[in-house]
C-alpha cells in the first residue's frame, strides 16, 4: 500500500488491486493454466508430433496466411475509410461512420451465414463471380472475406483519431513550399499514421487468428483445404483427443499473448509518438491549400462505398430479405416456436450475469490501471486483453478441462451431482470469459483521456476516497461505462465459439440464439435461421445507435 502511495495521492489502490487480481486470476489465469498443465502430460515427442501431423500444419497454414492477407486488406481498406470519414463531408456519412461498427456488435455467426448467403454460387454476389471462375464460399477465398469482415473496424477506429487529430499547419506548409498532395502525404501524414496503422493491422491479425464463428459458415471445413486451426481442435474434441485439441490449443494460446504483448507495447509507442509530438493535438481543417481535387474525392469516397457495399451494405440487408423471404407468418413462426422461445431465454440469462459481473470487475480494474504506476503493470493489462486475442473455441475448451467429465475437476463434480459442461453454469463461464475486457477497456480509455487533476482537487478540498470515486470518477466516465456495458452485452448474447464447445448442442436446454442459428442452418431451414439471425442483427444495430448517442452526448456535455 505504502508503495503504491509513493506513486500519486489517489486512495483506493489495495481494494482496486485486490479484487482485480482475484478476479483475473479466477477467470483468465486458472482457466489458461488448466491447458499448460494438461499438456505438460504429454512427452515433448508426443507433443511435436500433434503439432506437426500433416493435417495440423495444413490448419496453421490456413489460418495465418489467411489472418495476414485479411490484416493487409483491413489496413488498406481501414486507412482509405478513415481517410474518407475523418477529412470529407458528404450525405449518408453519420450512417457510414455508424456501420463501421458493425462486426463489432454482430455475432460472428450470423456474420459467417449471411456472407454464406451472399457469396455462394447462387448467392447475391456469387452468381456473378463463379462464372469469372471467382469461387468464394467454401474455399479459401471465403476465409479471408469473413477474417476481413470481422477485422475491419479495429484499423478504422485505431487510425481514424490520429487522423481527426493532425495538425493542419504542416500539411499547409508543405503545399506553400510546393509539395504534391500525394508527396505531402508520404512525408507528413503518414508518418504520424504509421503507428496506429501497425497497431491496427496487429489487432486485426489476432482477431482473426482466433475466429471461429464466422468461418464454419462460409469455409465448407474440408481438412487440408478450408480447415482452421480452431476448428481442428473442436473435431479433436468430437473425437475425444483431448490431448491433440490441447497441444494445437496451447500453440494458438502463445501466440495470441505474444500478439497482445505486441499490441500493447505498439500502443504505448503511439502514446509517446502523440505526446512528442508537435504534428498532433491542433485538430484537422480542410483548409484551401488542403483540399483534393474533386475528381480524387469523390474517387476515395466511390471506392470506401464500394468496399462497404461489398463487406457490410450488401450483407447487412441479406439478413433481413432472407428472413422475410417467405411472409411475415413465417418469420414469426420461426422466432416463436418453443425452441426459440427457450435460447432467447437463455440467452437474456447469460449476458444479465455477465455485464454486471464485469460492470464492477471493469470500473476497479480500470481505476486501478489509470490511476497507479506499479510493477506489473504491463503484464496486467495483456493479461486483461488477452481474451481479445484467445480463440473462443480455446476459451471453451480450457473449462471442458477444468470441469468436464474428465477434467480436473470432473470426479469431485459428478460425486456431488453438480453439472458445469453441457449445462447453464458452462456457458455462463464461457461467456464471461470472452467478455471479460470490455467494460475495462471502455472505462480505461476515458479515465486516461481525462487524467487525474479534478480527483485530486477534490481530496485536497477535503473529500474522502469513497466521496471522490463515486462523486468525480463515475460520472466523468459514465460514457465510457455506458459504451462498455453495451458492448459486452452484444458480445454476451452473440458468443457463438466459447459457448458451442461447453454447451452440448441441447435444443431446448443449452442451446442460445448464435447455436440455435446454427441448427436450423444445418437442417436446411434457412428462413427460420435467418429470422433469428434477425433478431442478433437488430441487436447488433441498438448497440451502433447506442454507440452514436454517447458519442453526440459526449461531445455536447
Known sequence: MRGARRHGVLPGFGPALGVTLLYVGLLVLVPLAALFVKTAGLSPAEFFRIVTAPRALAAYRLSFGAALAAALLNAVFGLLLAWVLARYRFPGRAFVDALVDLPFA???????????????????????LVPLGLKVAFAPAGVVLALTFVGLPFVVRTVQPVLEDLDAELEEAAAVLGASRLQTFIRVVFPNLLPPLLTGFTLAFARALGEYGSIVFISGNMPFRTEIAPLLIVTKLEQYD??????????????????????????????????????????????PALADAPALRRGLVAAAFLFLALFLFVPLAAVFVQALAKRPAAYLAAITQPAALSAIRLTLLTAAIAVPLHLVFGVLAAWLIAKFRFRGK???????????????????LVFVLLFGRQGFLGPFLAAHDWKIIFAVPGIVLATVFVTFPFVAREVLAVLEAQGNEEEEAALTLGAGGWQTFFRVTLPKARWGILYGVVLCNARAMGEFGAVSVVSGHIRGVTNTLPLHVEILYNEYDFTGAFAVASLLTFLALVTLAARKLEEARVRTA
Open 106 to 128: 454482430l455475432p460472428t455467426a450470423v456474420a459467417g451465414l449471411t456472407l454464406t448467403a451472399v457469396y455462394s454460387a447462387n448467392g447475391w454476389l456469387g452468381r456473378f
Open 378 to 396: 504491463g503484464l496486467l493489462v495483456s493479461l486483461i486483453d488477452l481474451p481479445f486475442a484467445v480463440s473462443p473455441v480455446i476459451a471453451g
Open 242 to 287: 483431448t490431448a491433440g485439441a490441447t497441444a494445437i490449443a496451447l500453440v494458438l494460446l502463445v501466440t495470441s499473448f505474444v500478439l497482445v504483448f505486441t499490441i500493447n507495447v505498439l500502443q504505448r509507442w503511439t502514446r509517446r509518438r502523440a505526446g512528442a509530438s508537435t504534428v498532433i493535438g491542433r485538430g484537422f481543417r480542410l483548409a
